[in-house]
Nanobody, 119 residues
Framework: QVQLVESGGGLVQPGGSLRLSCAASGTIFSIYPMGWYRQAPGKQRELVAAITNGGDTKYADSVKERFTISRDNAKNTVYLQMNSLKPEDTAVYYC?????????????WGQGTQVTVSS
């Protein structure tokens, strides 16, 4: 049974930083591309960043140069380092196992972690 558990969200002031973690279990984590998505109130869920099993990365234009996705296959964990946070980054952030590029997300999602950027 695949489980994805996110952590690291919270309230941060504009310009601050957070690091999200997503720990996977019940699967061979290292073979799967991983993605981070977010959903703000009243908006559709959108891809924030993704990383292939080989370490290639992709970012939404709105987070380039501010966010960094990485993975530690020994720990079955994917991370999202978020710097220079803006109020428009406020959303629930979800990790996704098996991201499929242009075909969209994979089938497994975490429960989400709230990120609020506000002064």
């Amino acid at each position: 049974q695949v489980q994805l558990v996110e952590s690291g969200g919270g309230l941060v002031q504009p310009g601050g930083s957070l690091r999200l973690s997503c720990a996977a279990s019940g699967t061979i984590f290292s073979i799967y591309p991983m993605g981070w998505y977010r959903q703000a109130p009243g908006k559709q869920r959108e891809l924030v960043a993704a990383i292939t099993n080989g370490g290639d990365t992709k970012y939404a234009d709105s987070v380039k140069e501010r966010f960094t996705i990485s993975r530690d296959n020994a720990k079955n964990t994917v991370y999202l380092q978020m710097n220079s946070l803006k109020p428009e980054d406020t959303a629930v952030y979800y990790c996704n196992l098996g991201w499929r590029g242009v075909a969209g997300p994979g089938n497994y999602w975490g429960q989400g972690t709230q990120v609020t950027v506000s002064s």
